[in-house]
């Protein structure tokens, strides 16, 4: 009963509007591929030779990384609120909690990123 409650937890927790980061890179063989991840979850990470397919990866895998995260009795990271700025490109992060993710806990409670 108990692992039913987690799976719909991480269901609707894997739902959230959270910040995706893409990435062309190259296989071993030198063919490019796209990696994709979240920014508030930077090792739930996938991969394809599409953004397409690297996208429908990472929903996958989104599911997976919350569940063993719930069953770990490990915090979710929340979503940050954006606001992109209408005088340029620059992506205001606001989670209005400490970081808990060690590789965004550089960041302030409200942080200003370029986009280029």
């Known amino acids: ?23 062309e890179d190259h296989t071993t063989d030198d ?16 991969q394809g030779f599409t953004i397409d397919e690297a996208l429908a990866d990472l929903k996958e895998l989104t599911y997976e990384y919350i569940l063993s995260y719930l069953e770990h009795g490990v915090a979710v990271p929340k979503p940050y609120s954006t606001t992109i700025a209408t005088t340029g490109n620059a992506l205001v992060l606001n989670s209005g909690e400490p970081h808990q993710n060690p590789a965004t806990q550089h960041l302030s409670e409200s942080s200003v990123i370029v986009l280029a």
């Open 31 to 46: 063919e490019p591929i796209y990696v994709v991840n979240y920014l508030e979850m930077p090792g739930c990470r996938a």
């Open 1 to 23: 009963m108990m692992n039913n409650q987690l799976e719909a937890q991480a269901k609707k927790l894997a739902d959230q509007p959270y910040h995706m980061v893409f990435q």
